[in-house]
């Protein structure tokens, strides 16, 4: 037990750094997945045919593809084309991209959620489309999609250990090179689990208390 506390006390400070870009990851790639989400869930609410068609290409193609593959084509694909991006962006991009259709899902139930009478309301006091989804049912459709986002957020945040296979230096990619140079692979693994947990509770705690608190208004 000491001397897996006196590794620890080594390891930790690079561990932290990585974990430091894991939770930037996890930001910027919930950002991207958020936007895009959005655009997918009101496509596919669209009263155009034509949109929701591509809503559920996009949806159905993005969700058949493991996102290690996805991740792959940005980082490794893309400068064929002569478009290039480094490591932590290439992350960003393939991750936000992977997690946009589930986002768009969890808006989409969110909004169809909402009580029709509120809509027929909001029509008869002559609100346009538009105006009835900005003031209306995107509010209440956010407030009732807080669960299922807060569970893809977690989900996210450990499915960020993906982007270790194009050389992001995140927290699992910094764990790998040290217990490569350190042959402490039990104890490097062992902190590695124990930051993901330290990370992911907080979270689930935060989301937690925005669901309590959307619930009281």
Same mark, same amino acid.
């Given at each position: 037990? /000491?001397?897996?506390?006196?590794?620890? #006390?080594?390891?930790?400070?690079?561990?932290?750094?990585?974990?430091?870009?894991?939770?930037?990851?996890?930001?910027?790639?919930?950002?991207?997945?958020?936007?895009?989400?959005?655009?997918?869930?009101?496509?596919?609410? /669209?009263?155009?045919?034509?949109?929701?068609?591509?809503?559920?290409?996009?949806?159905?193609?993005?969700?058949?593809?493991?996102?290690?593959?996805?991740?792959?084509?940005?980082?490794?694909?893309?400068?064929?084309?002569?478009?290039?991006?480094?490591?932590?962006?290439?992350?960003?991009?393939?991750?936000?991209?992977?997690?946009?259709?589930?986002?768009?899902?969890?808006?989409?139930?969110?909004?169809?959620?909402?009580?029709?009478?509120?809509?027929?309301?909001?029509?008869?006091?002559?609100?346009?489309?538009?105006?009835?989804?900005?003031?209306? #049912?995107?509010?209440?459709?956010?407030?009732?999609?807080?669960?299922?986002?807060?569970?893809?957020? #977690?989900?996210?945040?450990?499915?960020?250990?993906?982007? /270790?296979?194009?050389?992001?230096?995140?927290?699992?990619?910094?764990?790998?090179?040290?217990?490569?140079?350190?042959?402490?692979?039990?104890?490097?693994?062992?902190?590695?689990?124990?930051?993901?947990?330290?990370?992911?509770?907080?979270?689930?705690?935060?989301?937690?208390?925005?669901?309590?608190?959307?619930?009281?208004?």
């Amino acid at each position: 037990m /000491s001397e897996f506390l006196t590794d620890a #006390v080594a390891f930790l400070p690079v561990l932290a750094r990585g974990l430091w870009t894991t939770v930037l990851l996890t930001v910027c790639a919930l950002a991207v997945s958020l936007a895009l989400g959005l655009v997918w869930a009101l496509m596919g609410m /669209s009263q155009y045919a034509p949109l929701r068609w591509t809503n559920n290409i996009v949806v159905n193609t993005v969700r058949g593809i493991p996102i290690i593959v996805q991740l792959f084509c940005v980082y490794f694909v893309l400068p064929d084309w002569g478009i290039d991006f480094p490591p932590f962006l290439a992350g960003v991009i393939g991750l936000g991209i992977a997690y946009s259709v589930y986002q768009a899902e969890n808006l989409r139930g969110g909004f169809e959620s909402v009580d029709r009478q509120l809509v027929e309301a909001g029509t008869a006091l002559g609100m346009s489309r538009g105006m009835i989804t900005r003031r209306i #049912v995107m509010p209440l459709g956010l407030r009732t999609a807080l669960p299922s986002f807060g569970n893809t957020t #977690v989900m996210l945040l450990k499915d960020s250990s993906i982007a /270790s296979t194009i050389t992001v230096a995140e927290l699992t990619r910094s764990g790998q090179l040290l217990a490569i140079s350190t042959f402490k692979n039990g104890t490097v693994y062992v902190l590695i689990a124990l930051l993901y947990l330290a990370a992911s509770i907080p979270l689930a705690m935060a989301v937690r208390a925005l669901e309590k608190k959307a619930a009281w208004r």
